[in-house]
Each structure stands twice: as structure tokens, then as C-alpha cells.
């Protein structure tokens, strides 16, 4: 059996199924590039759905881990540390908001989202206590915490993990009528994705952020926007709602916050919504730690020179450029995104999602399907624009034959 084949036969023997990795076993990986335990160097136009926005390796962020690894990873939130007011306040400035409470991952931060507008809503809104609603979107991805499912509409993440949490409910995205007419005097938030990255990177149609923002504003509710895969440079803003300049009453980020290095997220508003949380009412031992703020901090001070963003900018009008070349010759259906950011429609009868994705995989590129026949491409924002059309390339030959 070659390295790679015993690798994963053995992965799946003491491993839960509850992921269906492409057959490759990476061993290091550089900026836009991964090696397999065989030598066979891949093009990542994944990056970790966004997680390594700033490519494997970046050297800022592994001398920011290095060095903070010397001195202490963790004192736990019972103490204070000395990285953990830089971060607040940078993460703060970032996001033109007052406070910050950090947690681990993507989920958590949705969790620690849904308690704040629970609680907002109880001890400021004035709603009565058990019955706060939250509106959500359908084909909308938070998560995979029995909350979060209990509000998610796909069925592998769903069924067979009930009995589920009430109060939410679900509206098709996009649909601004049907928000409004979902939103009650018990309604407490409006939790959505600005792009739906896990759905298809389905961008919502042009005003609807805009309206979600008038309509929360207007009713008292809370724009809680989860920006985990669609902030921090992606669409080539620091958020993605910046493209119709909508701020939320609430950004939740995770994935790059972290770097790739280290799990990082954070829920990120005014005092006057953050500022409902008492000691005891919340918390996480690794969250804010002192190696999770020292990475962020250099992450934050990346996304501040505007580098990252002009580049996803750049790359990403080349990409769709690219993309769009392909929609009508057959192969590809349709081409949706912003930035370095696409969701590609195949072809049904050129294969799934997955075997394209397959294929692309024998000729060195790695990309995940979603949903059928959707790939999505998303590379690291350090990404050379030569490496992305050798992507782009290995595309071509495969939807060509
Ligand atoms: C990945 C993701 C999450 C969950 O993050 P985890 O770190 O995997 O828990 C939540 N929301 C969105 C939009 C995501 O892309």
C-alpha cells in the first residue's frame, strides 16, 4: 500500500466519519502551496474555507506565535494577561466598535452571538423573559452546536440531533418582504451570513443588506452579521457588508482572526449590546488566550495596511473575469462570488461537485464541492496571480474533457 493509501485507511479506522476528505495527505505547506506525504506539491484554492486568508507559513504570523510561545500561551480568563487589552482594542478599531468577547471557534461565537441579543433582548429591548425570537436565513451555515442545527435547513446537519432549541425562525434569503413580515415585537436579532459561503457563495441580491439594516434599525432588532468566512479580506473589504456600507449592530468573526495558526473568534458591538454580560454569565478557558491574542494582533494589523483586501480585490475581478469566460460554453452554468471568492456551478452531467473536484485534485489543485455540482474556489489572498491562472488552467482542462 503506498504512504498516502495506508494513511488514510488508517484515518478512517479510528477516526469518525464525520468528514469525506479528498484522498490526499498534506505534510507541509507554503503560502498558496501544500505538499502530500509523497512529494506531490498541490495549488490550495481552498484555504481552509478561509481560515488561511494569509497562506500557510506566513512568517508575521509564525514569528508572532513563536515569540509569544516563549513567554506564556495561557493564563485562562481568571487572571489578566498582558496581550488581552491590545487585542479588544485593535479588534475594537477594527470593527469601529467598543468591545470585544473573544471565544475559540466559528460555532462558539455564534453561540456567544444568539446569548447577547437573548439577553439584549430581555434586559434592554424589554421583551418578555423565554420568548425572544431570532430570524435567520434558510440554506444559512453557523455552525454544528445543537443549538445552531436546531436553526439550520440541511438535513445531514439537522436530522437525528433533535430535540432541537426553539426560537428562531427561518426566512429565505435574500427575500426582504418575508424578514419583515417575520420580525415581531419579540424579535430580538436577525442573525445572517452577508454571503452565503457553505450554501454556494450565493450573494444576496444588491439592497438587501442595506434594507436588513434599515428594518432592524426601524424595529428595534438587532443585525447580527456572521462575517466568519466572508470577513477579513475575502471579498476584498475588511467585511463583506462594507459592499453596500451597511455596519451591523454585531460582526461575529472566527477563521482568519485566527490565521490559520490558531483557533480565534470573537463577537464584536457596542457597549450597549456586550455590555449585558456579567461575570459567570459566559466564558471559555482558551478564549482571548495570550498565543490566540498575539496571533490575531498580527492578523489585525495585516487587514490595517489594506494590502490583503486590494489584492482579493485584484485577484478576485481577474478570477470572475476568468469565470464568467467559462459560463455559457457548456461546462459551467453559472459563477457567483465577490473578491477571491467563487462558488462555480458545473455542469451536472460533467459529474458531482466531488469528482470534479477529483480531477482537479490528480492535476495538483485542491478545491472543496458544495451542495451537487458547486465548487468553491477560495485560495489564500497571498496567492501569485501566476499560480492562480495555472489554477484556473487545470479548471479549463478539466471541464474541456
Ligand atoms: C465556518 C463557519 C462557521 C463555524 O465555524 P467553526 O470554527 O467551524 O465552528 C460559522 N459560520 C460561518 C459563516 C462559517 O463559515
Redesign the pocket.
Not at 471557534?105 to 462558539?108: V, Y
Not at 451555515?141 to 454544528?144: D, L
Given at each position: 500500500m503506498s504512504t498516502t493509501a495506508q494513511a488514510i485507511s488508517s484515518a478512517d479506522a479510528h477516526s469518525a466519519h464525520n468528514y469525506h476528505p479528498l484522498p490526499v495527505v498534506i505534510a507541509h505547506a507554503e503560502g498558496a502551496w501544500m505538499t502530500d506525504v509523497e512529494g506531490r506539491r498541490y495549488l490550495d484554492m481552498l484555504a481552509g474555507?478561509?481560515a488561511l486568508n494569509f497562506g500557510h507559513g506566513n512568517r508575521r504570523l509564525l514569528d508572532a506565535a513563536r515569540a509569544q510561545l516563549e513567554r506564556v500561551t495561557l493564563t485562562s480568563r481568571a487572571f489578566h494577561h498582558d496581550r488581552f487589552a491590545d487585542f479588544c482594542t485593535e479588534l475594537s478599531a477594527l470593527c469601529g466598535k467598543e468591545m470585544v468577547l473573544p471565544m475559540n471557534?466559528?460555532?462558539?461565537a455564534?453561540e456567544t452571538a444568539v446569548k447577547t441579543a437573548r439577553k439584549w433582548g430581555y434586559e434592554v429591548k424589554g421583551v418578555p423573559d423565554g420568548h425572544a425570537k431570532i430570524v435567520v436565513a434558510a440554506d444559512n451555515?453557523?455552525?454544528?452546536t445543537t443549538t445552531i442545527v436546531s436553526f439550520s435547513t440541511d438535513h445531514d446537519a439537522r436530522d437525528h440531533f433533535g430535540p432541537y432549541t426553539p426560537g428562531f425562525e427561518i426566512v429565505p434569503y435574500g427575500d426582504l418582504t418575508a424578514l419583515a413580515a417575520a420580525v415581531t415585537s419579540n424579535t430580538v436579532a436577525v442573525l445572517l451570513?452577508p454571503i452565503q459561503?457553505?450554501a454556494g457563495v450565493l450573494v444576496p441580491p444588491a439592497g438587501y443588506l442595506r434594507g436588513v439594516r434599515e428594518l432592524t434599525r426601524e424595529r428595534n432588532v438587532l443585525f447580527m452579521a456572521?462575517e466568519?468566512?466572508?470577513g477579513l479580506g475575502r471579498t476584498g473589504k475588511t467585511f463583506a457588508c462594507e459592499h453596500e456600507e451597511v455596519v451591523p449592530d454585531v460582526y461575529?468573526l472566527?477563521?482568519a482572526l485566527g490565521g490559520g495558526v490558531v483557533?480565534v473568534?470573537a463577537v464584536v458591538a457596542d457597549r450597549d449590546v456586550l455590555g449585558v454580560f456579567r461575570p459567570g454569565e459566559h466564558g471559555s478557558t482558551f478564549g482571548g488566550n495570550p498565543l490566540a491574542c498575539a496571533v490575531a494582533l498580527e492578523v489585525i494589523a495585516m487587514l490595517r495596511s489594506g494590502e490583503y483586501q486590494q489584492r482579493a480585490t485584484e485577484l478576485g475581478d481577474h478570477l470572475h473575469r476568468e469565470l464568467n469566460l467559462l459560463v455559457g460554453g457548456g461546462a459551467v452554468t453559472a459563477v457567483r462570488g465577490r473578491g477571491l471568492w467563487a462558488g462555480v456551478d458545473i455542469d451536472p452531467a460533467l459529474g458531482t461537485g466531488r469528482e470534479i473536484s477529483e480531477k482537479l485534485m490528480e492535476r495538483g489543485v485542491l478545491v472543496k464541492d458544495t451542495h451537487g455540482s458547486t465548487i468553491r474556489i477560495a485560495p489564500p489572498l497571498v496567492i501569485s496571480k501566476e499560480d492562480l491562472d495555472w489554477g484556473l488552467d487545470q479548471l479549463r482542462s478539466v471541464l474541456g474533457g
Open positions: 474555507y478561509s471557534t466559528g460555532a462558539e455564534v451555515f453557523h455552525g454544528r451570513e459561503g457553505e456572521d466568519i468566512q466572508s461575529i472566527g477563521k483557533p473568534s
